[in-house]
């Protein structure tokens, strides 16, 4: 009897865990539900007005916005994938894109009629793969540009119109070299370009380190090595040959990670990834300005007890300025169980309709030429002017714009690439290193 | 005397019958608790198939396989291995990780002892016990992130009291001398309560008598400790070590959430490497290789501990 009930109880166990087990579909996907995952908290309103707009225009069917924290985010997509609790639709990075049509995990977007001129130039056509299909619908753009403290500036005797009009170069630093330096002020209140100046005890820097950068240095290198001409690959997309190894890139390297040594920018003992990004160092008063992207304009000026100001990025070599400008775009998984309502929900996504409401809220810039303005428009209501960001993108004589870089075996580069340039920022090791490593990864885009 | 031939006349003669009912019953008995006994280890075998033994064999056959989870793995032989051997970045790991070990295990294991026999020796205080092991009771992911925001170059408040006392600030997580003693120092926090615990529980099993006999006698504390305790203790100490040594080898938490592998790698445990490869770079097949390479360096590490130690031996009794 005592057995009979113990091996009962054995069995109810085993057979809940095994029932359990197969219950573990969160996606709560159905037919008429449309799931979407996006990371950044600030946009989720919008896109809730968004999906409201699109249920009234699709009777009967219902988006499901999930929103994650960034790294939790590729993480919990990627299991999603091996589990097959994936969302139907999910806001993709140009980083990850390369990985993910490898992968295969991408359901191809011909169909969607998405037209290069409808968006922002270049932001449709870096979602052609490979193997010429579509796997993203063109969703926002983002600049770099220089964020700096109005008080320190003023303190310092520099106006916007020299931040505006800086430049830099890789023998002297330039007017750009100078500014920082001017804005750099030491333990004693002595300027980084006054004598005595002590750089072992700085108490403002000049410039807030973002770190080594890794293989794209987007908010770090990005706008020097771009101005100076150089370029990741061979070609713009899917590039088979980085070119790490160039000696433009590596002297721009030198001469950036250099303005440390100097006392000018931050050390890189200063980063750290969890507790101390750049937007830190300037919101604690530790550095006078910082390159930022355009993701983060509403908490620059959201930061309490610092009036933020923007300026252009300094130009380069090349005569003109640079910033890197890179979009998001909204895919639909392979193994979604509702292609169709996906569909009509990336449609959605990307037309006007949606971009324009996007805009408004003030906290990106949608893809389209008329969600942009909208966006304009509603950080003019704030009081943000963001020019520094807009003009690269609406100026082609003055301002070279780029893409992040796209390539297979993207993790691979980032792998290899951000203990190189830590070893190069952190540890003093020479920027000829970075030969051996473009070598080590050309061989791997080889494969 | 002689008894071998005195068995009560009462019980003799037997018979046949007789003979056998009593060894009937055992055996019946025994068949009994055998189903029994399969009833109360099946869910840890279960377990024990599902969740480990299988996953091993697994792990060990992907290790053959080139895999990204998503596609069939394909065969591809001693591939993974022979570039394991060839890759610096392993070889770079695996000393970054044994560097983390030795520091860990040797200051956790001395700071453990001391506050052990602290314990048994000073103090019967249960609060006392329960204030030790309070940092145990956080997870590691937290206590690395309060430490690390402690730690931080620019803004942490244990590098303003540096600062303040008139010294340079310290980069303890973000410079490639620093960051390992620091993350071995912050784990020690965290474990040295329970570990002095365990101790403290071997200790406990040493009779009181021999310290009597030994103070009687005139030995001093320094000399009980080293011909008392420690010999007495070693059998606990040998399992303590070997399950802190595996733990520390494992060691995979504190780094993700202080120095992601930075600052250039210094603190890229194989731990780190191996999740970076699987699940960052997609490549199962790689990094299955190295666990199974993680799991020999353990086992041997584990069965030289074993000998050296001889921890299945008492010395007491």
Not at chain 1, 187 to 214: I, S
Not at chain 1, 312 to 329: E, S, W, Y
Not at chain 2, 217 to 224: K, V, Y
Request: charged share 15%; proline share 4%.
């Amino acid at each position: 009897m005592r057995l009979r009930t113990l091996t009962a109880l054995a069995g109810a166990l085993t057979l809940s865990l095994v029932t359990g087990c197969a219950n573990g579909d969160s996606t709560g996907a159905s037919a008429n539900t449309v799931t979407y995952w996006l990371w950044d908290a600030n946009q989720l309103p919008a896109y809730q007005t968004c999906a409201k707009g699109f249920e009234k225009e699709n009777p009967g069917l219902k988006v499901k916005i999930t929103q994650l924290g960034w790294s939790d985010y590729w993480t919990k997509l990627t299991a999603g994938f091996i589990a097959g609790t994936q969302p139907d639709v999910f806001t993709d990075h140009i980083q990850k894109f390369g990985q993910f049509a490898d992968l295969q995990v991408l359901e191809p977007l011909d169909d969607l009629g998405i037209k290069n001129d409808d968006y922002q130039p270049g932001l449709a056509a870096s979602w052609i793969g490979q193997d010429g299909h579509r796997y993203g619908a063109p969703k926002d753009w983002d600049t770099v540009a220089l964020f700096y403290n109005q008080k320190m500036a003023k303190d310092a005797g520099v106006t916007a119109e020299q931040l505006n009009d800086l430049s830099w170069n890789p023998k002297d630093g330039g007017t750009f070299e100078k500014a920082i330096a001017h804005l750099t002020v030491d333990k004693n209140g002595k300027r980084g370009d006054e004598p005595g100046f002590d750089k072992n005890n700085v108490k403002v820097y000049g410039l807030a380190t973002q770190g080594g950068g890794m293989g794209d240095g987007q908010t770090q290198w990005s706008t020097f090595t771009g101005s100076a001409g150089w370029s990741y690959t061979e070609k713009a997309r899917w590039g088979t040959e980085y070119q790490y190894d160039s000696k433009a890139f590596q002297s721009t390297i030198d001469w950036y990670f250099g303005l440390a040594k100097k006392g000018y920018m931050a050390p890189f003992a200063d980063y750290n990834i969890q507790s101390n990004q750049g937007i830190t160092q300037f919101a604690a008063g530790k550095a006078a300005t910082v390159f930022d992207g355009a993701w983060m304009i509403s908490t620059y000026y959201g930061t309490k007890g610092i009036d933020a100001g923007t300026a252009l990025t300094p130009a380069g070599p090349t005569g003109k300025r640079a910033t890197m400008m890179n979009g998001l775009a909204d895919s639909i998984s392979k193994a979604s169980d509702n292609k169709e309502g996906a569909r009509k929900w990336v449609a959605y996504l990307a037309s006007d309709a949606c971009q324009t409401v996007v805009g408004k809220a003030g906290v990106v810039f949608p893809a389209t030429p008329a969600g942009t303005e909208a966006a304009t428009a509603a950080y003019k209501k704030k009081g943000i002017d963001v020019t520094a960001f807009t003009e690269p993108v609406a100026d082609k004589k003055n301002f070279r714009t780029f893409s992040y870089p796209i390539t297979n075996y993207a993790a691979d580069v980032t792998a290899l690439m951000q203990p190189a340039m830590e070893d190069i920022y952190g540890n003093g090791k020479p920027v000829s290193s970075l030969d051996e490593t473009n070598d080590q990864i050309n061989l791997i885009l080889d494969q | 005397m002689t008894v071998a031939s005195s068995s009560p006349p009462s019980r003799l003669p037997l018979s046949g019958a007789e003979a056998v009912a009593p060894m009937k019953k055992v055996k019946a008995r025994a068949q009994g608790d055998g189903a029994l006994a399969a009833v109360f280890i099946a869910p840890a075998m279960l377990g024990f198939l599902v969740f480990l033994l299988w996953p091993t064999l697994r792990g060990i056959w992907l290790s053959f396989t080139r895999y990204n989870l998503l596609t069939p793995a394909e065969f591809v032989g001693l591939d993974n291995y022979v570039r394991m051997v060839n890759d610096p970045i392993f070889w770079d790991s695996l000393w970054v990780t044994v560097e983390y070990v030795v520091l860990n295990i040797g200051v956790q294991t001395v700071a453990a002892l001391a506050i052990a026999v602290l314990l048994q020796r000073l103090t019967q205080s249960s609060l006392l016990r329960g204030i030790v092991l309070t940092p145990y009771l956080m997870s590691n992911v937290v206590a690395g992130l309060v430490w690390l925001w402690m730690l931080d170059t620019q803004l942490g408040i244990g590098n303003e009291i540096i600062s303040g006392l008139g010294a340079d600030r310290i980069p303890f997580l973000a410079d490639e001398t620093w960051a390992i003693p620091t993350i071995a120092l912050i784990n020690v926090w965290r474990h040295v309560g329970y570990t002095a615990l365990l101790l403290f529980a071997g200790l406990q099993a040493i009779p009181n008598d021999m310290y009597e006999a030994a103070r009687v006698d005139g030995a001093s504390e320094w000399r009980m400790f080293w011909r008392i305790t420690m010999p007495l203790l070693r059998p606990v100490l040998a399992v303590v070590l070997i399950m802190t040594v595996i733990g520390s080898f494992q060691v995979f938490d504190t780094v993700a959430v202080t120095t992601a592998g930075g600052p250039a790698n210094a603190t890229n445990v194989l731990q780190y490497y191996i999740y970076g490869s699987a699940f960052g770079r997609f490549q199962f097949g790689y990094a299955s290789a190295m666990s199974v390479a993680l799991l020999v360096v353990l086992s041997a590490i584990t069965v030289l501990q074993y000998r050296l130690t001889r921890a299945g031996q008492s010395d007491l009794g």
